[in-house]
């Protein structure tokens, strides 16, 4: 009797699959928070990220729009009624030395309109991509910017920045601007 087919090469990709793992070593780090943790590699923490940010001029009210890289068209821009959160507008929560939180889902290519988010939230349709280029009032605002983690590994993110914010330590936070 003839077998079908040869196993020595299955039991060869098991064992190569099985013994190509290897132990790598543990490394201390720290996490948005200052918490030490044992890990080689972070694994996303579920929630929103926390970013925290200060701009050249009062930019509080204005409604912020993602550039593309080149910074010559939008990349991402709000929907005239996603500019609330919870009923309210979604402006960025005031921290302390003037840091700004996001509560929008800016990043570093982040810019601001001449429209405050309650002229944007009363327009009878969301304005183009390029009608917003048109309505750009700063395409480079920011002095600042940290990516601080995600909200889920705070217990009080306001209160627990504050303390980071005052202390000037933002340690764990990943400098992004």
């Known amino acids: 009797m003839k077998l079908l087919f040869n196993p020595l090469p299955v039991v060869m990709v098991i064992f190569a699959l099985v013994y190509s793992c290897e132990n790598r070593p543990k490394s201390n780090t720290e996490n948005a928070v200052g918490e030490k943790e044992d890990s080689v590699v972070r694994v996303a923490q579920p929630g929103p990220p926390v970013?925290?940010?200060?701009?050249?001029?009062n930019y509080y009210d204005k409604v912020p729009v993602i550039l593309?890289?080149?910074k010559e068209s939008i990349a991402s821009y709000?929907?005239?009624?996603?500019?609330?959160?919870n009923g309210q507008y979604s402006y960025p929560t005031r921290l302390n030395d003037g840091f700004l939180l996001d509560n929008r889902g800016i990043?570093?290519?982040v810019a601001f309109l001449k429209l405050t988010y309650g002229e944007y939230s009363k327009l009878e349709k969301t304005p183009s991509g390029s009608e917003l280029m048109e309505m750009i009032l700063d395409p480079d605002?920011?002095?600042?910017?940290?990516h601080c983690g995600s909200r889920s590994k705070y217990?009080?993110?306001e209160g627990d920045l504050n303390g980071r914010i005052d202390a000037g330590d933002f340690t764990g936070f990943e400098k992004v601007r």
Request: overall charge negative.
């Open 51 to 57: 970013i925290i940010y200060k701009t050249k001029n």
């Open 107 to 109: 990043d570093r290519n």
């Open 68 to 70: 593309s890289e080149d």
């Open 78 to 85: 709000p929907d005239i009624r996603d500019v609330y959160r």
């Open 141 to 146: 605002p920011l002095t600042e910017m940290y």
């Open 155 to 157: 217990k009080d993110v």
